[in-house]
């Protein structure tokens, strides 16, 4: 591997990746759970350019190839999260977990055809998408961070700055609105409002499909709580604290904060100091 960090541009496919670098003696079982989880989330992405579209049908015509693209991208990290957890696992096949995730999650806002956001203007849609770029940015900075696997190194290296470009997409977008803008409150609440929805079943379910064989399914039968901590567990532990900091950066940033003031050096240690607790205790 090179000594410097290599610089991943947009618009790489998977013919890219260094496939015949892999190493399994390096895979992480934790780790492989995590990216089988993520493969599922990551390919479900078609259905959020559905809605997305939806939400700036008369934007015009740059924005709406832009999400297309957007879409495009995550599905290829679903791909390439996916085909590595094939090569560490023979027995997983994203195709079949895909399956199995699709039949039983689809969030209320992807069923009807109504034009709006529901985080009620397109203003609070492109916060609530920053929020989850910056979540995915600093999960696969992570990861990258973590492996020791020289193909799951780049693979995470290579969507981290897709998800940033995603970030910096979205955040564009928000400021481009003409809608009037939003108090610092309401910024916030969505904000946190889309956090929240981290605990609910999406990420959970993902993990529970991805990691629990179907044969298995009757034995060990979906429960939210418990494969929300198991899905939470390897994030909780591959998290440093200059991951958090730069997270906390880009969604103060998104809520009209300094990302280097009180707010973000505040808000960045008590997640910190959150998250370690919650690993004490997972241990
Ligand atoms: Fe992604
Ligand atoms: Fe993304």
Known sequence: MAATAPIYKQGWSLDDVHWSLF??????PDLLAAVKAAALVEANAPDYVTYLKRVFRDGGEDI?????????EESQHGRALGRWAEMADPNFRLQDAFARFRKGYTPA??????AGSVRGSRRGEMIARCVVESGTSSYYSAMRDATEEPVLQEIAGRIAADEYRHYKLFYDTLNMQTEPDMSAWKKFWIAVGRIRESDDDELAYAYYCANVPSEEEALKPYNRKVYSRLSARTGIAIYRRRHIQKLVQ???KVIGANPHGWLARGVGALVWRR????????A
């Not at 190493?23 to 992480?28: L, Y």
């Open 23 to 28: 190493d399994p003696e390096k895979v992480d």
């Open 64 to 72: 709406l190839v832009a999400i297309e693209r957007w879409g495009e």
């Open 109 to 114: 806002h992807f069923k009807g055809d109504a």
């Open 250 to 252: 880009m969604v103060v």
């Open 275 to 282: 998250l370690q607790k919650q690993a004490s205790a997972a």
